[in-house]
Structures are given as structure tokens and as C-alpha cells.
């Protein structure tokens, strides 16, 4: 089993979305139980009383044109435990590496890394919370779980 973290800074759009399209693409390939998936943010920003806000409208729409729900998910923290718990920590741009390191302590097992470098591009996922465009937000993070999962097709843990 591989377990995966996506995190970006208020867990109510990128990471949200990550988490929700891995989920289909491991369900797709038969491989859902083979996984743990989940996302959280570096900021506390859309939790309030420990309660987190839900995925932002735009971003549950954006998924719904795609025919996946996200429906009962609300956003949590990330915290320094989830760093044992995790196999993979998976951040959306440089400002969520450099969040992550320093809540987490570091990265001496190297589980750290950005979405986009499983692809061609690299860079980091367009945040739709500056641009509205949730399309382009879609693009970059379906195309960066593509590539995370063909990465990990080769990994004996999810055959």
C-alpha cells in the first residue's frame, strides 16, 4: 500500500482536487485498495474552531464536469506526524515545498516533491484562487497524477 498526502495552502482547491482525481484513477485501474489518499494545507486559513471549510464551488464544479464528487471533504492541516504516516507528501507549488519543509521538519527521507515534476513541464500547478481558472488548475493537476501514476505502476507495493 503507498499513501499519499497532496497538500497546498488552504485544502479547499489543488490539493482537494488532487486528491479527489487520483482517487478516480486508481478506481479506473482497479487499484483503489492498493492506495491511501488524502490532501491537506499548509495554512489554517479555511479551519475555523477545527472545523475546516469545504472544497471551494469552483473547484466541486470543475470536478463534477469530470464526473467526480468530493462530496463530505473538508479541510485539515497538515501536521508534523504526517510526515511518518505518508509515503509520499505531494505539493502544488515552491511556496507548499517550502511550507512543508519547515512544518515537517524537513525531508530526510526524501518524500517531498511538486505535482508538475511527474511531468514534462514542471513548474508548479496554476493556483485557481488568483485566476478563476479552474480549467487550466484541472489540466495541470489531472496531467501531474497521470504522471505520478504511471511513476508508481512500477512500484511492487500497488501490483
Known sequence: MIKILFVCHGNICRSPMAEFIFRKMAADAGKSDRFVIASAA???EEIFGGIGNPVYPPARAEL?????S??????????RDDYDRYDLLIGMDSANIRNMHRMLGGDPEGKICKLMEYTERGGDVADPWYSDRF?????DIYDGCRGLMQ???KDERIR
Do not use: P
Not at 64 to 68: D, L
Not at 135 to 139: E, L
Open 70 to 79: 468530493c462530496e463530505g471533504k473538508r479541510a485539515v492541516q497538515l501536521s
Open 151 to 153: 511513476s508508481l505502476q
Open 64 to 68: 463534477a464536469k469530470h464526473g467526480i
Open 42 to 44: 499548509t495554512s489554517t
Open 135 to 139: 480549467d487550466i488548475a484541472w489540466r
